[in-house]
Each structure stands twice: as structure tokens, then as C-alpha cells.
């Protein structure tokens, strides 16, 4: 895009602090459903299926992790197979070594440091192996404890698209939605973007003519 077609575009929708709270409420009404789809009954299912999600569909997770709960409901069960074992329960969602490596290496910690318990706050979370900002984000939020804002593919393009950041960096995303993004809304923030993002605002055809966000976006083509 032109850069002075760039400037104009963010003249027409106004600045990003007077857009946020109309383009939350709007993907709020638009997308009433949007919660985590990943299926867990505990803080270490819930840590156990964010792990696993790591490039594949919630929906194979979730598959997967049916059978792989009854089986492993302790961190100490998942230490209890060979290893070999783990893998082969977690294959269906690729990159299964690592997962299996990864997902033995953060039960380990949790026994040896926290009692068997996952922790709340993003600094310990982030220690267990496997365990990235984004990972650790999605386990706080989801238990109540937001400290942070997830950002993965979709809040990246869609904070990029709405001129709410022009970071290409998670981290450094991250950064500008804490600063922009009421405290209240960062939990279901990225939720929403994310629905809107497989929905509406599609990586290669994003649908502008059907979008309720078109009027306060500077991307908008229509
Ligand atoms: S107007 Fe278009 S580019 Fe902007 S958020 Fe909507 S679909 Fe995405």
C-alpha cells in the first residue's frame, strides 16, 4: 500500500485509543461465542492442551486429549510411561517428540518445584519447558490471572490491519496492546480477534464488505 494511502486511511478511521473500546464491543456483539475452544477440566489440562496446540487445530487437540486425560491425570502418570509411550498418545498432533519431551520436562518441574501444581504467574509459568510467553499467557488468562496479552498469528495481523501496532514482533506487539487495550479486555481481547480473524478477517481474503469493524479500519477496502 502507498504510504500516503497508508496516512490518509489512518486520518479517516481517527486514532487507535478513540477506535478500541467501539472495535471491542463490536467483535463482542459480532462474535458472542468467542472463548477458548480447547477442552480441559483442569489447570493441568488446560496447560497440557495449550502445549499440545502448538501448530495444529483445537479440534485435533481436543481429539486427542479425550482419550489422553483419562490416561495421564497426574503429572506423575505422564513420568510413568516410557517415553516412547507418551509419544505415540500424542502424535496425532505433530511434532509429537518434542511435545512428549517437552510436556515430561514442564510435569517434572511442577513436582520438583511447585508441588505438582501449575503455577499462576506468567514468570514461573514461562520456566517449565516448552513453555513460551504465548503459552503462559493463555494458561493465566484462562485461570483468572491475566498478566498479559496473547498475541499468535491472528492478533498479530488483525493488530497490524487496524493500525493498533506496526510491531511485527509478538513480544513488542504485545507491548502496545497492553498499552492500548482497557485492563478489563485483555483476557478476551485476543479471543476476539482471533474468532474474527478465521471468520472475517481472513489471512489472504479478508471479507472488508462483511466486516462490522470496516468504518474504523484503515485496511478496509470497501
Ligand atoms: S475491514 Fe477488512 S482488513 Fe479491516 S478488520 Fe475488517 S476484514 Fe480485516
Known amino acids: 500500500m502507498h504510504r500516503s494511502y497508508v496516512a490518509e486511511a489512518r486520518r479517516r478511521v481517527g486514532p487507535k485509543r478513540e477506535r478500541i473500546r467501539p472495535v471491542i464491543e463490536r467483535l463482542a456483539a459480532a462474535h458472542p461465542e468467542a472463548v477458548i475452544a480447547l477442552r480441559f477440566r483442569s489447570e493441568l489440562e488446560l496447560l497440557v492442551s495449550v502445549m499440545l496446540s502448538a501448530q495444529t487445530t483445537d479440534v485435533t487437540v481436543n481429539r486427542v486429549t479425550e482419550r489422553l486425560f483419562q490416561k495421564y491425570r497426574r503429572p506423575e502418570d505422564y513420568l510413568a510411561v516410557p517415553l516412547e509411550e507418551l ?41 517449565l519447558p516448552g513453555v513460551g510467553r504465548k503459552t503462559a499467557n493463555v494458561v493465566a488468562a484462562e485461570r483468572g490471572a491475566t498478566q498479559g496479552i496473547v498475541v499468535d498469528t491472528h492478533v498479530r495481523r488483525l493488530s497490524q490491519r487496524l493500525g493498533f501496532t506496526r510491531q511485527d514482533d509478538p513480544v513488542k506487539i504485545e507491548r502496545d496492546l497492553m498499552r492500548l487495550v482497557p485492563r478489563e479486555d485483555w483476557a478476551r481481547f485476543p479471543h476476539l480477534l482471533i474468532w474474527h480473524g478465521r471468520r472475517v478477517c481472513i489471512a489472504r481474503f479478508p471479507r472488508c464488505e462483511e466486516c462490522a469493524l470496516a468504518d474504523l479500519c484503515p485496511s478496509s477496502r470497501v
Open 87 to 127: 509419544e505415540a498418545d500424542l502424535r496425532p498432533t505433530g511434532t509429537f517428540r518434542q511435545k512428549a519431551k517437552n510436556v515430561r520436562g514442564a510435569m517434572r518441574v511442577l513436582l520438583e518445584e511447585y508441588d505438582g501444581e501449575v503455577p499462576t504467574r506468567l514468570e514461573d509459568l514461562v520456566r
